[in-house]
C-alpha cells in the first residue's frame, strides 16, 4: 500500500476535517438547564458516529482533490513459462498470402496469420514475459518484456500497418537479444523469429551474435513462413554454384543457427495450420519454472475517494431530514 | 386594570406602621390584645371595669387590642438565561407588577431585587410606594435579555430588611440544589413564597422521534439527543424527580413551591396562597 499524493499542498485542506468537531451543522434549540436531561449512551454514540461521518466526508473529499494513488508496484511470482522476444519480419512480402500474391478475400496474408495465431498464443501463455521487437530495414523497439498482456497484444495488432522494405535479420536478433539484459536468468529465454525470407549476415555480425546468444542463454525459434515455390530451409541446392549465402540466404541462416551452440529449433509453415502446428509446439516445450515481478501499475484512488464521500454525504443528508424542527 | 394577590400572614409583622396584617403592634385593631395599666396606655374609653375590679393591686386595667401593621412585600427573581426560555420573562414581568399592585393596594411597601451573575444596582428597587417607580422598571426589564447565572442569589439576604418581610422567590430553579440550600439558609429570617416558573416546552412537548441537538443557555454547552419513546420517558422523569426533590428541600425549610408550569394566571397563585394562609 504506497500510497501517494499528487498535489501535496491540497492536503492543508485536511485541516478542514477538524470542522465536525466544532459544528455539528444542526440548529440548536435553546434548553434551560442541560443537567437536568440525563446522560444518554445511544445518543452520544450516534453523536460520534455522524462526526466521523462528516469529518470522512471532508477528508474524503480533499483526497480526491489532492489525487490520492497507489503507486506503481511489483509483486514477486513464480510461475511456469518463458521469457519470450517475438522477432517479427516486417518485410513487404510478408503482406502476400502463403501462395506469394497480394491476398485477396479468400486467403489472408501471412501477416494477418501471423498476427492472428501469436494473438492467440500470448492468450495461452499467461505467466510468461513477452516483448515484441521487429525488423525490416532496421530493427524496431517495440515492446519490452512484460508481464501485461493487453499491451502485447496492441504491440501484435500494430504490425497491420503496411511493412517496408527490406530484411535486416541481423540487427533484429541483436535488438530481440538486447531485451534479456537487466533481466534475471529464469524459466527459459526464447527469441521466437517469425519471418518469410532470410538475408545474409555479414561477418562481423555472425561473431557478435554468437557471443550475445551464449551470453544470455537464448533458445532460438525460427518459424519460416515459406512462401509457395521458394527456396525453403531444409533444401539442399540442386546446383552447386547455387550453394552459397546469396543466393540461398535461408539455407545459410538456418547453418548459421545451428552453429551457434545454444539450442535451436526450426519450422517450416507453408500455410496457416502449419503455423498453428509449430506455435503449439513451442507452447508445450516452454514451460519451466520462473521467477519474477509483476508490475502492478498506479492505481487511481481519487475516484473512491470522491464516491465514499458521496455516500457519507448523502447519510448525512439523510440524517438532516431526521432533524427536529422547534 | 389588574388582579389583586390575596396574600395573608400566618404570623405576625413587626412593623410600626399601620397595614393590613396582622402586627405585634398594640392599637386601633379589631382584636383584643391584653390588658395594661392606665399608665401605660391612657385611654379611658378602653378603662376594663371588671378586670379593674379584679385586679389585686386596684390598678385601672385598660383593653388593648392588635394593631393591623405593614408588611415589606419583596419580590426576589432569578435573572439568569434560563429564565429567558419561552415565555418565563413575561410571567416574571406579569407576577411582579401584580405583586407590586396588590402590595400597593394593601398598603404595604414593594421591594424588588433581580438576581443575575450578581446583584446590580438597577436592578434593585428598595421598598417604597411609588408604583412609578414600579412600572419604570418593568419597562426596562422588558428590554432587557436575560444572561448569565443566578448566582447573585446567594447575596440577596444582603439586600432585605432585617425585620421579617414577606419574600416572593420567582426563579426555575435550575441551579444546583447545594445553592437552593444555601440561598433559603440565608432567607431564613423571612417569609419565603417560592413560585418556581417551568415550561411544557422544556420537557413534556419534546418529540418522540428524531435527532435534536439542544444549546444550554447558561454555558452554551451543546447536546445531540436522538429522540425516541423511551429518552422522552426518562427526561419527562427527570424533570419529576427534580420537582420531587426541590419539594422536599423547600418544605425542609418550611415552605411549600408553587410550580407554575402552564400559562400565568393569578387565580392559580390566589388559590395557592390561601390554601397556605389557612
Known amino acids: ?326 | 386594570m389588574t388582579e389583586t394577590l390575596f396574600y395573608r400572614l400566618p404570623w405576625q409583622s413587626s412593623s410600626v406602621y399601620p397595614g393590613a396584617h396582622p402586627g405585634q403592634m398594640i392599637g386601633a385593631g379589631q382584636l383584643f390584645k391584653r390588658h395594661e395599666p392606665l399608665i401605660a396606655s391612657p385611654d379611658p374609653r378602653r378603662i376594663d371595669l371588671r378586670a379593674s375590679v379584679l385586679d389585686p393591686f386596684s390598678d385601672y386595667r385598660v383593653r388593648v387590642y392588635q394593631q393591623q401593621s405593614t408588611v415589606n412585600v419583596y419580590v426576589l427573581a432569578d435573572m439568569s438565561a434560563s429564565m429567558g426560555y419561552a415565555d418565563k420573562q413575561q410571567t416574571l414581568l406579569q407576577f411582579l407588577l401584580t405583586a407590586a399592585n396588590s402590595a400597593f393596594g394593601y398598603g404595604d411597601k414593594f421591594g424588588f431585587i433581580g438576581c443575575t451573575e450578581r446583584i446590580e444596582h438597577r436592578w434593585l428597587l428598595p421598598a417604597c410606594q411609588h408604583s412609578g417607580r414600579v412600572s419604570a422598571l418593568i419597562k426596562q426589564l422588558e428590554r432587557l435579555t436575560f444572561t448569565g447565572t443566578a448566582n447573585g442569589l446567594q447575596n440577596a439576604a444582603a439586600f432585605l430588611p432585617t425585620e421579617r418581610s414577606l419574600v416572593f422567590l420567582l426563579s426555575d430553579c435550575h441551579f444546583p440544589l447545594f445553592q437552593l440550600r444555601q440561598l433559603l439558609d440565608s432567607l431564613q429570617g423571612h417569609d419565603v413564597i417560592p413560585l418556581v416558573l417551568w415550561n411544557q416546552d422544556e420537557y413534556a412537548t419534546l418529540p418522540n422521534w428524531g435527532l435534536i441537538s439542544f444549546q444550554d443557555m447558561e454555558n452554551n454547552a451543546t447536546r445531540t439527543l436522538f429522540m425516541r419513546p423511551a429518552l422522552r420517558q426518562k427526561i419527562i422523569a427527570a424533570y419529576q424527580q427534580r420537582q420531587h426533590d426541590l419539594k422536599h428541600i423547600f418544605r425542609a425549610f418550611g415552605s411549600e413551591p408553587l410550580f407554575i408550569t402552564e400559562r400565568y394566571s393569578t387565580q392559580t397563585i390566589n388559590r395557592y396562597l390561601q390554601q397556605r394562609a389557612a
Not at chain 1, 489532492?66 to 508496484?73: D, I, M, V
Not at chain 1, 517479427?88 to 498476427?115: H, I, Q, V, W, Y
Not at chain 1, 496492441?154 to 504490425?159: K, L, Q, W
Not at chain 1, 527469441?191 to 546468444?213: P, T, Y
Open chain 1, 1 to 326: 500500500m504506497n500510497l501517494a499524493i499528487d498535489t501535496p499542498w491540497a492536503l492543508t485542506g485536511l485541516l478542514l476535517a477538524l470542522l465536525p468537531l466544532f459544528n455539528n451543522g444542526m440548529r440548536a434549540s435553546l434548553a434551560p438547564w442541560l443537567t437536568l436531561i440525563p446522560a444518554d449512551t445511544l445518543s452520544v454514540f450516534i453523536v460520534c458516529c455522524l462526526r466521523l461521518c462528516a469529518m470522512a466526508a471532508i477528508a474524503g473529499l480533499v483526497l480526491g482533490m489532492a489525487g490520492l494513488h497507489r503507486t506503481e508496484q511489483r509483486r514477486e511470482r513464480i510461475g511456469h513459462g518463458a521469457h519470450i522476444v517475438l522477432l517479427l519480419d516486417r518485410s513487404s512480402s510478408m503482406d502476400n498470402s502463403f501462395a506469394g500474391r497480394a491476398p485477396n478475400g479468400l486467403d489472408e496474408s501471412k501477416a494477418t496469420a501471423a498476427r492472428r495465431l501469436l494473438t492467440d498464443f500470448v492468450k495461452q501463455r499467461q505467466t510468461d514475459l513477452i516483448g515484441v521487437a521487429e525488423y525490416s530495414t532496421s530493427p524496431l523497439f517495440v515492446m519490452p518484456l512484460t508481464e501485461n498482456k493487453n499491451a502485447v497484444q496492441a504491440a501484435i495488432a500494430a504490425t497491420a500497418t503496411p511493412a517496408l522494405g527490406f530484411t535486416h535479420v541481423s540487427k533484429g536478433l541483436g535488438m530481440a537479444i538486447s531485451f534479456f539484459e537487466q533481466q534475471p536468468v529464469t524459466g527459459s529465454r526464447i527469441v521466437l523469429l517469425v519471418s518469410d525470407g532470410a538475408a545474409a549476415i555479414d561477418h562481423d555480425s555472425e561473431q557478435k551474435l554468437r557471443e550475445w546468444f551464449k551470453q544470455q542463454q537464448v533458445r532460438l525459434y525460427w518459424i519460416f513462413l515459406r512462401t509457395a515455390n521458394s527456396p525453403g530451409i531444409f533444401d539442399t541446392p540442386e546446383d552447386s554454384r547455387d550453394d552459397n549465402a546469396g543466393a540461398m540466404p535461408e539455407l545459410y541462416l538456418h547453418k548459421f543457427f545451428l552453429g551457434l551452440g545454444s539450442p535451436y529449433q526450426a519450422y517450416e509453415a507453408e500455410s496457416p495450420d502449419a503455423l498453428k502446428q509449430a506455435i503449439a509446439d513451442i507452447n508445450r516445450l516452454e514451460n519451466l519454472p520462473m521467477h519474477y515481478f509483476e508490475r502492478i501499475p498506479k492505481q487511481d484512488l481519487s475516484a473512491a475517494c470522491y464516491s465514499i464521500a458521496t455516500l457519507l454525504l448523502l447519510a448525512l443528508l439523510g440524517v438532516k431530514f431526521c432533524e427536529v424542527k422547534r
